[in-house]
């Protein structure tokens, strides 16, 4: 069994797959098979290849993408995920209406990361994780952790979002990459203190 984890943005070409790849990448380097990411799209470009501007990232990093198709979010396959992570909060609104029982376990990707942190800041409990065997065991547990952190640490609006670079210049996928790559590396060095 591993931990399923799906990242989601509206066209499924750009910021979602960019962060599923990016963090399948992360994870598998430090828990081989541990981990499935996967991604979907709100208003997906169904079966479109990664955007050329997310594309050229995830090649300078060695990252392959080239089986890659953009899907839709259905209810079907978030029956199968254990945490959410979509690149905006208006996303996290339409995984709930597909399915509300997501609610403590679907965080934004910054939003994720972020609570990784101040959550360990207030109470290093992820002493209390490290007693859990195994990956599925631990990841089951965060989202109740994180769910609690989230009333205790809010955001100012729209703090939690990635912006979407979908037709605009290489800039604007490279900062998205910034982003992503920020929170991908806290989600990654999390995992890692366990190893």
């Avoid at 079907?76 to 690149?87: A, C, K, N, S, T």
């Avoid at 912006?163 to 990459?177: N, T």
């Amino acid at each position: 069994m591993s931990v399923r984890i799906l990242t989601i943005c509206t066209g499924n070409i750009c910021r979602s797959p960019y962060a599923h790849l990016a963090l399948q990448h992360g994870l598998d380097a430090v828990r081989p098979g541990a981990f499935e990411v996967a991604s979907a799209g709100t208003h997906a470009m169904i079966d479109n290849p990664v955007d050329p501007g997310s594309a050229r990232i995830l090649q300078g990093r060695g990252i392959i993408h080239d089986d890659f198709a953009a899907r839709q979010i259905t209810e079907r396959i978030l029956e199968d995920v254990d945490i959410v992570l979509p690149l905006e909060v208006a996303h996290r609104k339409i995984v709930l209406s597909y399915s509300p029982r997501h609610l403590k376990r679907a965080f934004t990707l910054k939003e994720f990361a972020r609570l990784l942190d101040s959550a360990d800041a207030r109470e290093p409990w992820t002493q209390r994780l490290a007693g859990m065997g195994t990956p599925e065991e631990r990841w089951a547990a965060l989202p109740s952790h994180l769910a609690r952190e989230r009333g205790l640490n809010r955001a100012e609006e729209g703090a939690d979002d990635i912006a979407d670079p979908y037709r605009r210049p290489q800039e604007a996928f490279d900062q998205m990459a910034v982003e992503v790559d920020a929170a991908v590396d806290r989600i990654v060095a999390f995992e890692r203190q366990f190893s």
